[in-house]
């Protein structure tokens, strides 16, 4: 049954925002340090879903099993498949002190000049490795303030290297849920994105250690710990020589999680069997809140592009720009749909899975290729996460730091790069590519 386009049914998706973002602001105000954090996404979700369902039933939709097969759908299953997946690997990994020997031997192996752009490729090989900007900043905001307190280092500075750090790896790391929600939304295969996403992040990751280079002067380093092991690396690499060379990312994962489990055993005191099965099952706990948001925005999305939401707003879209339905076009939509989104819920995944059905619909109607999209997509979420002063990731850090979020956000260098370079990229000529939707791997 074909329905109307109609901008009614976009009211579930800003109930959502309007929740979330502004239980952010009240609890903020309040002085909660993560206000943002206090009302969780997958209830702030459910009264969204109510009002979607009731505007299904007044537009004779099947509400109830529009829902249900929005939540049950393939992609939405995999997704979350590979998200338990990934937080059993970075548990697991974290557990056996893989993350503590990439940082303290990737920092011994600097020379006392490039302290501060070092910082930022420790950064971005942790959190390319491990997948999450918030794992990475845990793990490397505590060295980076020692090095900062013993050089003199200005303490904005080193933020912003590991920031940006953390924000290169979570949009191109293969096990980053951010990375996940854009390429299974767009119908992407995971090494095309990181390919096209790479010809992006690269130039602006030069750019940044050059900028860093400039801006820190020579530090003493501090010396690796003595007792990581270099073999612990082994199963990151592992991990993303497997997933470059095009395997699918649920073997990926699963071989990625049996080798660190392997090594832990085999190298890390007092890490048993008992302790890597509790490791597995605890790293599916720490991914219980977006498996359940992923589950629930799949039913929100699919009542709201059947009841005429999508076509309406990709209506609006085309008539904002004037006709023109070429590449350019799309991409910024695209782009500002992302930002938009991310600004409002302090969440670059959120942000993505809102947005990536009306994304995808956008690409096709203006001739982008999934891969493309789906950089494009995820670009702009971490590139505005990556700033916001009420974001996680600058939250944390100024936290551990004790540091104004604000001032944090002016540091992060990276991310002001990586926009220019996007931006650039897609104002480049560009010869045409197919727009079929990627094999779903």
Request: proline share 5%; net charge neutral.
């Amino acid at each position: 049954m074909s329905v109307r386009p109609s901008a009614l049914a976009l009211t579930p998706l800003l109930l959502f925002l309007a929740l979330f973002f502004g239980a952010g602001l009240y609890y903020t105000a309040q002085g909660e340090p993560m206000g943002f954090y206090q009302l969780r996404a997958p209830v702030a979700i459910l009264p969204a879903l109510a009002l979607g369902l009731w505007l299904a039933r007044r537009r004779g939709v099947p509400a109830q099993q529009t829902l249900l097969a929005g939540m049950g759908d393939s992609n939405v299953m995999l997704m979350c498949l590979i998200f338990l997946l990934a937080g059993a690997f970075a548990l697991v990994s974290k557990s056996i002190g893989a993350v503590d020997a990439v940082v303290a031997l990737g920092l011994g192996a600097l020379p006392p000049a490039l302290i501060l752009p070092g910082l930022f490729v420790v950064a971005a090989f942790v959190s390319l490795s491990i997948g999450t900007s918030m794992g990475t900043v845990a793990a490397v905001v505590p060295i980076a303030l020692g090095v900062a307190d013993a050089s003199g280092l200005d303490r904005g500075l080193v933020l912003g290297a590991v920031l940006g750090g953390a924000m290169f790896g979570d949009n191109l790391s293969i096990i980053s849920d951010t990375t996940i929600a854009a390429t299974r939304s767009q119908g992407a295969e995971m090494r095309d994105k990181f390919r096209e996403n790479f010809r992006i992040a690269a130039p602006a990751a030069i750019a940044t250690v050059l900028l860093l280079a400039t801006l820190g002067v020579s530090a003493p380093v501090p010396q690796a710990d003595a007792d990581a092991s270099p073999w612990l690396v082994l199963p990151y690499v592992l991990v993303l020589v497997l997933a470059l060379a095009g395997l699918d990312v649920v073997l990926v994962l699963g071989i990625g999680l049996v080798v660190a489990g392997g090594f832990g055993l085999a190298m890390a005191p007092d890490y048993g069997a008992v302790e890597f099965v509790g490791d597995i099952y605890a790293g599916f706990e720490s991914m219980v809140e977006i498996t359940l948001l992923s589950i629930l925005i799949g039913g929100l999305a699919a009542l709201i592009k059947a009841t005429g939401g999508l076509d309406w707003l990709a209506a609006m879209i085309a008539k904002f720009a004037r006709g023109h339905t070429g590449r350019r076009s799309g991409e910024f939509s695209i782009a500002a749909l992302a930002a938009g989104a991310d600004a409002l819920t302090a969440n670059n995944t959120v942000a993505i899975l809102v947005t990536g059905g009306l994304a995808r619909d956008i690409a096709q109607r203006h001739g982008i290729s999934p891969r493309r999209a789906a950089s494009v997509l995820d670009i702009f979420a971490c590139v505005v996460q990556g700033v916001l002063p009420y974001g996680a990731q600058i939250l944390l850090a100024a936290s551990l730091a004790s540091a104004s979020p604000l001032a944090l956000a002016g540091s992060v260098h990276y991310c002001w790069l990586l926009a220019l370079a996007a931006i650039a990229f897609m104002l480049w000529p560009a010869r045409r590519v197919a727009t079929a939707p990627a094999q779903v791997d």
